[in-house]
């Protein structure tokens, strides 16, 4: 199994703060890999795609970079609506694996 | 815009069968290039990748659920469906039905399903 490992697990930020999630592979998964929002009580959210793609809709302010083992996903100035958990998912292996998610909480 | 709502019993006993089923509309569950998939979340944990089943029938499972696992589709109802058997307390989880798709050879769940969850209980 590819094992998907974020960090940090939680971050307090503020309004307007940029915001970076790390998610690291076990193994290198090329570009293979998207990111996901998910608020309480609600579905996850498709918000990249491939590594760094912005799925249509989604505000520019999110972005997403990385190859190989190491990703980041970023968000440039934080809004209220962001305050979230992402996750990260690889589809390199058809064993697709999420991380175990990073929550964005308000400072 | 595809929408998907899952359906499904709400508590199940210990060692009997669960079973959802996800009910497309504005789509076919027919169209090509989408794989009908489901996730579950365990309560306050991460997301945990099921199986799913492709138009033409075929299907890929999670190797660590495939013994207890079926995933099936009625085309006439625009429907899929999740089997899991023998079911434990650790099957207890919200269970999402999701669509699959892939652009460039890259594969990503772009709709869900609102999700259902499931207990396990006597």
């Known amino acids: 199994d590819i094992q998907m490992t974020q960090s940090p697990s939680s971050l307090s930020a503020s309004v307007g703060d940029r915001v970076t999630i790390t998610c690291r592979a076990s193994q290198s998964i090329s570009n293979y890999l998207n990111w996901y929002q998910q608020k309480p009580g609600k579905a996850p959210h498709l918000l990249i795609y491939?590594?760094?793609s912005l799925q249509s809709g989604v505000p520019s302010r999110f972005s997403g970079s990385g190859s190989g083992t190491d990703f980041t996903l970023t968000i440039s100035s934080l809004q209220p609506e962001d305050f979230a958990t992402y996750y990260c998912q690889q589809s390199y292996s058809n064993l697709r694996t999420f991380g175990g998610g990073t929550k964005v909480e308000i400072k | 815009q595809v929408q998907l709502q899952e359906s499904g019993p709400g508590l199940v006993k210990p060692s009997q069968t669960l079973s959802v089923t996800c009910t497309v509309s504005g789509g076919s569950i027919r169209s090509g290039g989408y794989y009908w998939s489901w996730i579950r979340q365990h309560p306050g944990k991460g997301l945990e990748w099921i199986g799913y089943?492709?138009?033409?029938?075929?299907?890929d499972y999670n190797p660590s659920l495939k013994s207890r696992v079926s995933i099936s589709l009625d085309t006439s109802k625009d429907q899929f469906s999740l089997k899991l058997s023998s079911v434990t307390a650790a099957d207890t989880a919200v269970y999402y039905c999701?669509?699959?798709?892939?652009?460039?050879?890259?594969?990503?769940?772009?709709?869900w399903g609102q999700g259902t969850l499931v207990t396990v209980s006597s």
């Open positions: 089943i492709s138009y033409s029938g075929s299907t």
């Open positions: 491939a590594a760094s």
């Open positions: 999701a669509i699959m798709t892939t652009v460039t050879q890259t594969e990503y769940f772009l709709h």
